[in-house]
């Protein structure tokens, strides 16, 4: 076998050349005159103009990553369900609290939780681990418990 004796398996297929002689000539199938009779760009696509009216939203698209903050969601618990589940000298954390059924795991992990100061607290308490508000560190520490 040499290279002037090899034969291509399938046939070549090549387009028709359009306006130059033969069988398609004068307007070469593109009717008469006018714009979309010339050669380069014809008409403007239809969809462009639909996508350009659609509004556009903030942060939704080449710079989301700049533009879109993620959120981390706390798990809010109040004082007043502490006081409830807990009894004087109990160490709070995020497992604790999901042992009590106060907050909900997420994937297995727990959520980051605040305390918030609504409702009164009696009980020492060690907060450990956890967001606090300015309101609940006041009544915790004023209880005799400790907040780190």
């Known amino acids: 076998m040499q290279l002037h004796t090899l034969k291509a ?9 359009v306006g130059r002689g033969g069988k398609r000539g004068k307007t070469s199938g593109r009717g ?3 714009q979309k009779a010339r ?5 403007r696509p239809e969809m462009r103009d639909l996508l ?3 509004p556009k939203l903030r942060g939704h ?10 959120r981390t969601p706390y798990a809010v618990v109040n004082l007043a369900a502490l006081e409830a589940m807990f ?3 109990a160490t709070i954390t995020p497992a604790a609290l ?13 959520p980051k939780v605040k305390l918030l100061g609504t409702g009164t607290l009696s009980k020492a308490l060690s907060i450990s681990g956890v967001t606090l508000s300015e309101s609940a560190k006041k009544a915790i520490e004023k209880a005799g418990g400790s907040a780190l």
């Open 9 to 17: 398996k399938s046939k070549r297929i090549t387009s028709a050349r």
């Open 32 to 34: 008469t005159k006018g």
């Open 39 to 43: 050669s380069g760009r014809k008409m």
């Open 52 to 54: 350009k009216k659609i």
């Open 61 to 70: 698209g080449k710079n989301r990553a700049r533009t879109v903050r993620i």
């Open 87 to 89: 009894d004087a000298g």
């Open 98 to 110: 999901a042992k009590a059924g106060l907050i909900k795991t997420r994937a297995g992990r727990f």
